[in-house]
């Protein structure tokens, strides 16, 4: 039954949004849906970061938080609605309504099909195991610490991305895994906010003044572009990040347009929630707030004497930064700065505009990665050609001392291009500069936006072959623009466009993540985490095994983070997933040998007895450790042997 309790996240949720809908002086779903989304992620932050000061993200504290949450919203809900007896039977009449309106063209129905088939596809998958890189080394592994800690609160570690990267997906990821006991739902936060964003797409369509028929077309794009599929079903943070860029500019219309305390308020919110959410939202939230806020600023301060507009974005900038406030002082205790990209230089060093240009167009043609090899090989000479020294330049590539210029043609959440939502895209960003009709300012500001905040990221990122994925809020502010585009080109051409996108997308449902789908293939839980690379799989798995033979009650972890000659040295987290010993109990885990700056944080306690070592030292922190297990890139060590045991 303790599984269940995740069930505690889903009913909480609908509360909200009852609370909030029910407030509201019409019945207003989709609005409320992303408010109560807002709302949501706001209270797992807070609680995150209250629960943590008292060393409590504890299983029993956890468990009972949530629980008295539950019921306290519920005793608000009971009180309020009992005053208004007929709310409910007026709200399922218009939601009746609602339905009927949104599905009745025959169109809309092609739409409806494709959303919902994408949305379920997307959703059997997430069940399965995460087993990417990146969830491997920090996404989960950060959230197993924290778990074992009890508290967010820094700590050694050879993966200083388990300390600086924003926390906002993994602080959600945490309370699911210790509500559940597992992580079953890990990917689940990742598909909500996938299927938030098909819903915000369509609020910023409506804002552009479509129709219901076109707000639904802007849901399908954004459902089928390529790396949203695949990132539906991970514990990577970019969807959720897009959702909470895209609810930024929604409320950030919306606050400009009426006027309202409480739009602004939920801008504010959102924002902060985005910059929690991933270091690169900054890049693609300025020109938003720049474009949205900035006239009214200029307006205010040079020809008018009231300061509504100054008032309304301090306040949103002080909610912003609210949200962050404990994350930037972690931060600031260890690194001395509030935001850091770590010890790996990802910043452009020596910029010049033959480097933009460069970072522009190799960003650009990662999207062009799914066409055949044939022609991708020609599209690579031809901008070798045109770029010449600038191709590879080291001061604007990452890890540029074994990374160079390619277009990835493989179909992963890591580096899948979006190609046909590319040429969609750009072609609605050029149209939106001759847009005459009511709709012109917030349909150029966002397309400005969206061509600022790519230029802003090729300024200020190195290239990288996996900076496709980088790019998903582009496409998700783009989803309505593209619907936007679609009505000016024709209405007899949407069906068609929305066929194109969702053929193109087949392949990222379909085959992106191998023996995803659960129940599909005769593939082991433990067989999925390794999914991507099975030789890591039966190293991992005859470790555990030799743990299960032992009384280990404490293993250090003497992990390689080395980017050179990278050998899956820094995936720890299937450690926490498989070790056990041989009483069936998990044992504690910690870094060990760490020399990067984060070794200040060491508790100071004896060296464990065990060791887990992707490196080649035996004297760890002093003590002098032999060589017990080795199957590569694996060794176990141990203290105090004369010699070792095979």
């Not at 409590?56 to 009971?78: E, Q, S």
């Not at 504010?268 to 707030?289: D, E, Q, V, W, Y």
Request: net charge positive.
């Amino acid at each position: 039954m303790g599984m269940y309790y995740f069930l505690l996240q889903p009913i909480l949720f609908g509360q909200i949004f009852v609370a909030v809908a029910s407030n509201s002086n019409r019945l207003e779903v989709r609005k409320s849906l992303v408010q109560a989304t807002i709302l949501f992620f706001i209270f797992v932050a807070v609680s995150t970061e209250l629960l943590s000061f008292f060393s409590a993200l504890d299983a029993a504290v956890v468990i009972i938080w949530w629980i008295a949450v539950n019921v306290l919203v519920f005793g608000y809900l009971f009180y309020s609605l009992r005053k208004r007896p007929n709310a409910y039977s007026f709200a399922v009449r218009r939601l009746r309504v609602t339905a009927k309106r949104w599905s009745s063209p025959g169109q809309n129905k092609l739409f409806i099909a494709i959303v919902s088939l994408i949305y379920t596809v997307v959703f059997l998958t997430a069940f399965s195991p995460p087993n990417t890189s990146d969830s491997m080394t920090y996404h989960l592994a950060r959230v197993a610490h924290w778990i074992q800690n009890q508290s967010v609160a820094f700590f050694p570690t050879a993966i200083l991305r388990q300390l600086y990267q924003n926390p906002l997906a993994e602080f959600a990821i945490l309370h699911l895994q210790i509500l559940s006991g597992s992580d079953y739902f890990a990917n689940l936060v990742q598909f909500g906010c996938f299927v938030g964003c098909g819903i915000s797409s369509s609020l910023i369509a409506k804002e552009f003044k479509l129709g219901k028929s076109m707000q639904l077309f802007a849901v399908v794009v954004s459902a089928t572009i390529p790396m949203a599929i695949l990132q539906g079903s991970s514990t990577q943070n970019d969807l959720v990040a897009s959702l909470f860029i895209m609810l930024f500019l929604y409320f950030a219309f919306l606050s400009v347009r009426s006027g309202g305390r409480s739009d602004a308020i939920f801008a504010g919110l959102s924002l902060g929630l985005a910059l929690l959410s991933k270091g690169t939202t900054p890049i693609f939230c300025l020109p938003i707030g720049v474009l949205i806020f900035g006239p009214s600023l200029v307006r205010e301060l040079f020809k008018e004497r009231t300061l509504k507009s100054v008032g309304r974005v301090a306040m949103i900038v002080l909610l912003a930064f609210a949200i962050n406030a404990s994350h930037y002082y972690r931060n600031w205790q260890l690194f001395g700065v509030p935001v850091t990209s770590g010890e790996e230089n990802a910043t452009n060093a020596n910029i010049t505009l033959p480097m933009i240009a460069s970072n522009v167009v190799r960003n650009y043609s990662l999207h062009f990665g799914s066409i055949n090899d044939s022609t991708t090989k020609f599209i690579e000479k031809v901008i070798a050609v045109a770029l010449g020294p600038e191709l590879n330049n080291p001061d604007s590539t990452y890890l540029a001392y074994k990374i160079k210029f390619e277009i990835p043609q493989t179909v992963n959440e890591d580096n899948a291009g979006n190609l046909i939502h590319t040429i969609l895209l750009t072609l609605a960003c050029f149209a939106a500069f001759g847009c005459a009709g009511e709709e012109r300012r917030t349909v150029l500001i966002t397309a400005v936006s969206i061509v600022g905040g790519f230029v802003i990221f090729c300024i200020v990122l190195r290239w990288q072959p996996w900076a496709s994925r980088l790019h998903l809020p582009l496409f998700m502010i783009g989803s309505p623009l593209i619907a936007w585009m679609a009505v000016k080109i024709g209405m007899r051409s949407v069906a068609v466009m929305a066929i194109v996108v969702f053929v193109a997308c087949v392949p990222a449902l379909f085959f992106g993540r191998k023996y995803a789908l659960v129940f599909i293939g005769d593939r082991t839980r433990t067989d999925k985490y390794f999914s991507t690379y099975p030789a890591l799989g039966a190293a991992n798995v005859d470790t555990a095994d030799f743990f299960r033979k032992t009384n280990v009650k404490e293993i250090g972890l003497n992990l390689s983070s080395d980017q050179e000659h990278y050998k899956f040295g820094d995936w720890e987290y299937p450690y926490w997933v498989l070790i056990r010993n041989n009483s069936g109990e998990k044992p504690l885990f910690k870094h060990v040998g760490v020399k990067n700056v984060s070794n200040r944080l060491n508790d100071g306690r004896p060296p464990p007895e065990w060791v887990i070592s992707t490196t080649t030292e035996n004297m760890i922190d002093g003590t002098e450790y032999m060589e017990v297990f080795n199957e590569p890139p694996l060794r176990i060590l141990r203290r105090g042997l004369m010699g070792s045991e095979k």
